[in-house]
């Protein structure tokens, strides 16, 4: 039997859950138009998935099949039940604005001549649809958590953006334009929209109420944008050049910029440095993601000591930080995100390239630093790789994270096989020094398992749901260091920032071209692009890698240089195994001299020495050995079935999308 054919038998047989499954996959094989429509009503009758129908009856009417009878049931089933809803915000946004002193018109249309449908399709968006022109349009959410475009790019004028129908992006943009009164001159968000009719339609669904009680915005339409800038003393008799530059509140930091750690040793000292003395952000390099607890909760001690005191007695403390424990006093319902933006203003060196009279708030931009990622590789019922990382549940989990309200996360990657052979040689330098009684702890230094560490971190895929990767993008190191211009120009463009004089050289707290850490290149030197590290990794173990990541080489612009192309199964995965000689090498190392040499063998409460001692020792590092090797067949028999990577829920995994630069600014050809 076909599919149709089943679920008109068990619809026939009083069974709708059974029926609305297959109905479902009616809907997901090839089917005549009027068997799609039949599944679709049924299961909007019967209590199946709305959006399914939802999805076909859209299908069918944008095909033009029963165009009068999908707009029908569309209508009755979805937009009627909301019109009430709709009309109400729009008479509230209209009676707000009519008030408003920075709309010039006023002559808002009945609710019935305006121009646009909107269509809900869920708790989040909207399809609108266009009754002059018979059309539906693409689907809307309206608060999704992404900035689309660099508003702030420059800032030797007030902000002017054009047809802004995003209620996420009006929300930030009110929040992190400083208020005229703050800067001691004009600083109004100018939004001009090219079509009056067409923004009248979006106060259906727009919020304005909160946003204009600051009245920063001014509403420009069609051919008033002329008016852009107006001489506020001269129209309003309002003068700006009155008012003393105010500095920045820890209320008034609401964005975050996360440069996130992929893994270890791809190059984020550099993007780190490039950051460095930016006027519009609070800066620091990377911070373990232990200290930020700790340095947070330092302050919080210092303010719960402060309140003890009494604020008169904090004139010991430095200026800059005797106000920001002041301002933090007086905050009430204080965040851990409040505490983290006090400890960057209050660090001269954070904010040493500040600039308190910009036009908008800074960003806080962070790094959080973990000693190593490590993700974790499972396979669920369906045959597909589940990721999972510790360190990532940490950031989620963060009430820093959390309380955000505008985030944009960018990824440095760097070619995997070279920041693999980086990790090696980091990791064998620290063994080397532990040996020579360099190192200050007394933890004893291994060098750990990259091979595996490699092939499951997939932290350049993302959950498309994920508040904290829905505005983000991959940046290569190797695009940095090559063509800084064209790197740089576009990372400030989507991290809407101004690209400035600050981002032409490398600095930390404002000293150019530091060694961020002994041994690297200093500045932009390119000599870390070229380096390949041949004594940490073979070829055989550098083909292994670029196999089992070659979704990510190809997605991110990465010729292979090691693998050839050929097919791959379970003997060549062997075989490449058995030419991990620099990764055993090091890493079997590394553990016998300094862990299994200095173990202690007891049997029976009494310790063993002698030739037994010498025999288990043996033994263990026998299993060591062979645990290791096991550990390489496993992972790579895990990613054999496929690279299909899903999240703990089982939700497909999407690469984030790479950092597009300009042709006419490279300076020198892509890299491959």
Not at 405 to 434: C, D, L, Q, W
Not at 462 to 478: A, I, W
Not at 542 to 561: N, Q, S, V
């Amino acid at each position: 039997m076909t599919a149709i054919e089943i679920a008109r038998q068990l619809a026939a047989m009083g069974q709708p859950e059974g029926a609305n499954k297959a109905y479902s996959l009616v809907l997901h094989q090839p089917q005549s138009a009027e068997e799609e429509l039949e599944a679709a009503l049924y299961i909007l009758q019967n209590g199946g998935d709305y959006k399914v129908s939802y999805s076909a009856l859209i299908d069918l009417y944008r095909r033009g099949c029963f165009q009068e009878d999908c707009l029908s049931i569309l209508t009755q089933a979805f937009y009627e039940p909301n019109i009430k809803l709709q009309k109400t915000r729009y008479e509230k946004n209209c009676r707000e604005l009519k008030r408003y002193p920075y709309l010039f018109r006023k002559d808002f249309p009945d609710f019935e001549d305006l121009p646009v449908l909107f269509y809900p399709f869920d708790d989040m968006g909207y399809l609108p649809f266009f009754p002059s022109e018979g059309r539906f349009g693409a689907y809307i959410n309206f608060k999704k958590p992404v900035i689309s475009r660099n508003f702030f790019k420059n800032l030797d004028n007030p902000i002017l953006a054009k047809d802004v129908y995003s209620q996420y992006e009006l929300e930030y943009l009110n929040d992190n334009v400083r208020k005229s009164e703050n800067i001691g001159r004009e600083n109004h968000v100018y939004l001009h929209y090219s079509n009056w009719w067409e923004f009248c339609a979006h106060l259906k669904v727009l919020s304005l109420r909160p946003l204009l009680k600051s009245e920063k915005l001014v509403f420009l339409m069609e051919d008033e944008e002329a008016l852009y800038p107006i001489d506020f003393k001269e129209r309003f008799g309002i003068d700006y050049s009155t008012y003393p530059v105010k500095p920045i509140s820890i209320r008034e930091v609401h964005r975050l910029i996360w440069h996130t750690q992929l893994s270890s040793h791809n190059g984020g000292d550099f993007f780190n440095e490039i950051f460095d003395m930016h006027p519009n952000l609070t800066v620091m390099p990377s911070m373990m993601m232990t200290n930020i607890a700790e340095i947070t909760q330092g302050l919080k001690d210092s303010v719960i000591q402060a309140e003890r005191i009494g604020l008169k007695n904090l004139a010991a403390l430095t200026p800059e930080k005797g106000r920001i424990l002041q301002d933090l006093c007086s905050i009430p319902n204080r965040t851990d995100k409040d505490f983290l933006v006090a400890c960057f203003m209050s660090d001269a060196r954070s904010v040493k390239g500040l600039d308190h009279a910009a036009r908008i708030a800074p960003a806080l931009f962070l790094q959080p630093h973990f000693p190593n990622q490590h993700y974790h590789l499972t396979v669920d019922p369906q045959g597909n790789t589940v990721c999972s990382s510790d360190t990532y549940a940490e950031i989620q989990n963060s009430p820093i994270f959390k309380n955000f309200k505008y985030v944009k996360t960018f990824t440095p990657m760097r070619r995997i096989t070279t920041s693999h052979g980086a990790g090696m040689r980091f990791m064998h330098n620290n063994v080397e020094a532990y040996q020579r009684g360099e190192r200050e702890d007394d933890k004893v230094p291994v060098v750990g398992n990259n091979l595996t560490d490699c092939l499951a971190n997939r932290s350049f895929m993302s959950d498309p749901e994920d508040r904290l990767f829905m505005d983000s993008v991959l940046v290569r190191f190797e695009d940095a260091k090559l063509n800084p211009t064209a790197t740089f120009t576009a990372l400030a463009a989507f991290l809407d920032l101004p690209y400035t004089e600050s981002m032409t050289y490398c600095s930390m707290y404002g000293e150019r071209d530091p060694e961020s850490m002994k041994g690297n290149d200093l500045g932009f030197s390119t000599a870390a692009v070229y380096r390949t590290y041949d004594e940490y990794a073979t070829d055989a173990e550098r083909a292994f890698i670029e196999y089992f990541m070659r979704d990510a080489y190809e997605t991110y612009g990465y010729d292979f240089h090691y693998y050839d192309g050929r097919p791959v199964d379970e003997e060549q995965v062997e075989r490449w195994i058995e030419g991990f000689t620099l990764a055993e090498h090091y890493i079997y190392g590394a553990w016998k001299e300094n862990v299994l040499s200095t173990a202690s063998i007891k049997m029976n409460d009494a310790e063993v020495t002698g030739e037994l001692q010498e025999a288990v020792l043996e033994k263990a590092a026998e299993q060591y050995r062979d645990s290791l090797r096991e550990n390489w067949r496993t992972a790579a028999r895990t990613l054999l079935r496929g690279l299909r990577f899903v999240n703990k829920n089982g939700q497909p995994l999407r690469m984030m999308p790479k950092l597009e630069l300009d042709p006419a600014l490279l300076e020198q050809p892509l890299y491959h």
